[in-house]
């Protein structure tokens, strides 16, 4: 019995050590939160679907499609995320741009069965590079970037949340694996 308490209280300790240990590991930094919300709106499917998802196994004309009302297609959606995802990474990487004084509209374009691959692998890689940035970046660039990365953020899931809606409505979307 006198054993059996003892090995009990050694486990416990040992427990009760592993888990404060854990909890510090996991703390929550600014960093931890602005690579969560990168993730979520880049490849990691939590609360939403994000962008890699969402572009997945569609055909170029199935990116092409556009109703009669105006609204941006799938690929114009996607080359947007692209050109403003890539001025974030130009910036965070200190390459120097011209101001963007142009009409935001031409930031939609259209794409062919050769660039749309294409727009969804720099996609894929422009979002990795700003992740790559922010996981690289040292405490005092994380207070200078977080609302630029906050923001870029909330505008993919944004973007990301009207393909999905067209793929539901042209029933390109299933709600089990996300494609169809």
Known sequence: MKHTMK??????FFCIAYAS???NDSAVTL???LLEQLKTTHNVKDWFVPPNIAVAGLTPEQANWKDSSGNHSIA???????FWNKRVLNNLRGIKQDPF???NKETFSPVDEKSWPATIKELD?????????VQ??????LAKIASTIAHIGTHNAYHTGQIIYIR????????????K
Not at 136 to 141: L, V
Not at 168 to 179: A, E, H, L, S
Request: no cysteine.
């Open 7 to 12: 090995y009990t209280l050694i486990l416990l």
């Open 101 to 103: 004084n142009a009409d």
């Open 136 to 141: 690289n970046a040292d405490d005092a660039t």
């Open 168 to 179: 539901k409505m042209k029933g390109w979307w299933d709600d089990n694996n996300g494609v």
């Open 125 to 133: 890689s422009v979002l990795t590079g700003i992740e790559v940035a």
């Open 31 to 33: 960093k931890s939160i």
């Open 76 to 82: 114009q959606l996607t080359t947007h995320l692209v």
């Open 21 to 23: 240990k854990a909890q």
